[in-house]
């Protein structure tokens, strides 16, 4: 039997103030951590919060380096605790005035293993990053895991690209609006349905005047099934998962297997008036 044990932090964060949400942050991995939990994953742009209208340039000033502090503190946490964790930031990209919507993945060493960055950007997010184009797929001690982020979520695309390079889980960090609650659970468990993976959603809780991150994170397994599931406010999942499920589902459903690629070409083209 093929376990890992993972962890989603719930966090509500206040914007802008990165110091204390990086050291929440922090106190959280440690209590998920201690529970077992040996991949742990944090909201998108978890340590300056989500309100690109509220922060407008100062985005810009918050953004991350890979040699950073922040990932300076969150590489000695991995280290120290012997874990995996998936840090979503505003990174700079090299270019001024420049960053990506991305999250880190940085190993059980503590090292910077890759990034993901966000392809699917959502209202004025095209407006403050760009997008790589590319899906990695990172091979971890428990397995080969993927990153989609939020409005990737939207897309069938990203799920099944990255089950195809062989993701096993893929972790979906994000800050979801309440306005699309409905649907946040239906597409979640529809890309762990259709491609027989994990998909490990961890939302932001914050409740702002005019933008409401509703929580609500969940883990959604290899036959769509819920595994684990948060309502609003700060939280965390810290869940076992069973891979071999994800062969089983395969095996009683070959929805993969039968797939017939040279059929989809259409799929590539932009949506016809």
């Known amino acids: 039997m093929r376990e890992v044990i993972i962890g989603l932090i719930q966090l509500e964060n206040e914007l802008g103030d990165k110091e204390h949400n990086l050291e929440k942050a922090v106190s959280l991995i440690g209590e998920a ?3 077992g939990a040996g991949i742990i994953c944090l909201p998108e742009l978890f ?16 953004a991350e380096r890979p040699d950073g502090a922040v990932f300076a503190r ?14 979503p930031v505003a990174i700079t990209n090299g270019v001024p005035g420049q960053m990506e919507n991305a999250a880190v993945l940085i190993n059980d060493d503590g090292e910077i293993q890759g990034r993901y960055c966000k392809n699917h950007l959502f209202g004025a ?21 993927g990153i989609m982020i939020c409005a990737d979520n939207n897309h069938p695309e990203p799920a099944r690209i990255l089950a195809l390079k062989g993701a096993e889980i893929v972790f979906m960090p994000a800050a979801w609006r309440v306005q699309e609650a409905d649907i ?3 597409l979640i468990r529809c890309h762990g349905l259709e491609n027989n993976i994990f998909i490990a959603a961890c939302n ?7 933008l409401f991150l509703f929580g609500h994170s969940m883990v ?9 599931e948060l309502g609003e406010g700060e939280g965390m999942i ?3 998962l069973d891979l071999d499920e994800i062969t089983a589902c395969r095996l009683a459903m070959p929805g993969l297997k039968d797939r017939h690629p040279k059929d989809y070409g259409i799929l590539c083209e932009t949506l016809r008036d």
């Open 33 to 35: 951590a201690k529970k």
């Open 184 to 186: 946040w659970p239906l």
């Open 47 to 62: 340590v300056t919060g989500y309100h690109l209208e509220a922060l407008k340039d100062d985005l810009y000033d918050m």
């Open 74 to 87: 969150l590489c000695g946490v991995a280290r120290k605790l012997g874990i995996y964790i998936i840090a």
């Open 204 to 210: 932001t809780y914050s409740r702002m005047d005019d």
């Open 125 to 145: 997010e095209s407006l403050f990053f760009t997008r790589t184009g590319e899906y990695p797929v990172f091979n971890t001690k428990y397995g080969k895991i």
């Open 238 to 240: 810290v869940c076992k």
């Open 220 to 228: 959604a397994g290899p036959r769509g099934n819920v595994v684990e």
